[in-house]
C-alpha cells in the first residue's frame, strides 16, 4: 500500500510560481513512475509531468514544457512539482500519482495504481 499526500497549492497572480510536493509513504518510490495531473472544474483529469524515479527520466505535457519542472528527493521519498510562468488557464486540482511497475511515457490515468487527495492551483489573471 502506498499513500500519496500532496501539498504546496494555492492562489498565485498570473506570471507567478508555486512548488507542489507529494510525499509517498507506505514504501519506497525509488522503483515507481510517478506523475503529476490535473483536473480543472467540468474538465477530464489530464498529464502534466512524470518522472521515472530510478533514473530520473522526465516528461511534460506540451502546455507546461519550459515553465514546469518536475524533480524528486530520495532522501524525503518526495516528488516535486516546480511550476513557473503560470496562467490562469493552469487553475487547477492537481494530483500526485503513482506507478508501481516504474515505466516510462505514462501519461494516462489508468496506467497509475495509486492516487494523492490533490490540491487546488488557483491562478489569478
Known amino acids: 500500500q502506498v499513500q500519496l499526500v500532496e501539498s504546496g497549492g494555492g492562489l498565485v497572480q498570473a506570471g507567478g510560481s508555486l512548488r507542489l510536493s507529494c510525499a509517498a509513504s507506505?514504501?519506497?518510490?525509488?522503483?515507481?513512475?510517478m506523475g503529476w495531473f490535473r483536473q480543472a472544474p467540468g474538465k477530464e483529469r489530464e498529464f502534466v509531468a512524470a518522472?521515472?524515479?530510478?533514473?530520473?527520466?522526465?516528461y511534460y505535457a506540451e502546455s507546461v514544457k519550459g515553465r514546469f519542472t518536475i524533480s524528486r528527493d530520495n532522501a524525503k521519498n518526495t516528488v516535486y512539482l516546480q511550476m513557473n510562468s503560470l496562467k490562469p488557464e493552469d487553475t487547477a486540482v492537481y494530483y500526485c500519482?503513482?506507478?508501481?511497475?516504474?515505466?516510462?511515457?505514462?501519461?494516462?490515468?489508468?496506467?497509475?495504481?495509486?492516487w494523492g487527495q490533490g490540491t487546488q492551483v488557483t491562478v489569478s489573471s
Open positions: 507506505g514504501r519506497s518510490a525509488r522503483g515507481y513512475t
Open positions: 500519482a503513482a506507478d508501481l511497475t516504474g515505466g516510462t511515457m505514462k501519461t494516462r490515468v489508468n496506467h497509475y495504481d495509486y
Open positions: 518522472i521515472r524515479w530510478s533514473i530520473g527520466t522526465a
